[in-house]
């Protein structure tokens, strides 16, 4: 692992090692587990940056569940543009069911707040959000994280399925920028 790192033309320093996330994502499995015994969830997976998140707390998830993905973005470079687009949307039948949506990273929340208005909708019987990375200083809805693996500044950061352009994101630490 490389203490500082160079990603297009941004430097970034080691700021959550692989080792951390571990157990953390370890630590989110184990209260689905504990809090949806019983019950079948849909995960489901915002792409792109959740992937990593997802297929890590997948293998430590026991309960029965079904799994699908939904692509919406709101970044461009290091910046949220604040509006969302929808590239692929929900296809699974919500209706009656315990979801768990799947977010590498909640700073603004616009991203789930509109998938929690579109799930309302669907008439889902109860929704869970689990994030990874939830940065409480940048945050500007109202909704309840009921799973996060780190609180953490508004820095920017990447790894671990955040990218900064699409770079990035196999890296299995995350980083944050060297300003």
């Given at each position: 692992m490389k203490e500082k790192i160079k990603v297009k033309d941004k430097e970034f320093s080691v700021f959550i090692k692989a080792?951390?996330?571990?157990?953390?994502?370890?630590?989110?499995?184990?209260?689905i587990n504990e809090d949806l015994k019983g019950k079948v969830p849909l995960?489901?997976?915002?792409?792109?940056?959740?992937?990593?998140?997802?297929a890590d707390l997948m293998k430590k998830i026991k309960v029965e569940n079904n799994i699908s993905f939904v692509k919406l973005s709101s970044?461009?470079?290091?910046?949220?543009?604040?509006v969302i687009n929808e590239l692929i949307g929900i296809n699974e039948v919500v209706k009656g069911?315990?979801?768990?949506?799947?977010?590498?990273?909640?700073?603004?929340?616009?991203?789930?707040?509109?998938?929690?208005?579109?799930?309302?909708?669907?008439?889902?019987?109860?929704?869970?959000?689990?994030?990874?990375?939830?940065?409480p200083n940048a945050f500007k809805s109202d909704y309840k994280i009921d799973y996060?693996?780190?609180?953490?500044?508004?820095?920017?950061?990447?790894?671990?399925?955040?990218d900064y352009?699409?770079?990035?994101?196999n890296l299995p630490d995350i980083y944050k920028i060297v300003e």
């Open positions: 080792a951390e996330i571990d157990k953390s994502v370890s630590r989110i499995a184990d209260a995960f489901l997976v915002v792409l792109n940056g959740a992937f990593m998140f997802a970044y461009s470079g290091t910046r949220s543009t604040q069911r315990t979801v768990v949506i799947v977010e590498d990273i909640i700073d603004s929340g616009l991203t789930i707040r509109r998938m929690l208005d579109n799930l309302n909708q669907q008439e889902a019987a109860d929704v869970k959000v689990a994030t990874l990375v939830y940065k996060t693996g780190f609180e953490i500044p508004n820095d920017f950061i990447l790894g671990y399925g955040l352009d699409g770079f990035g994101r």
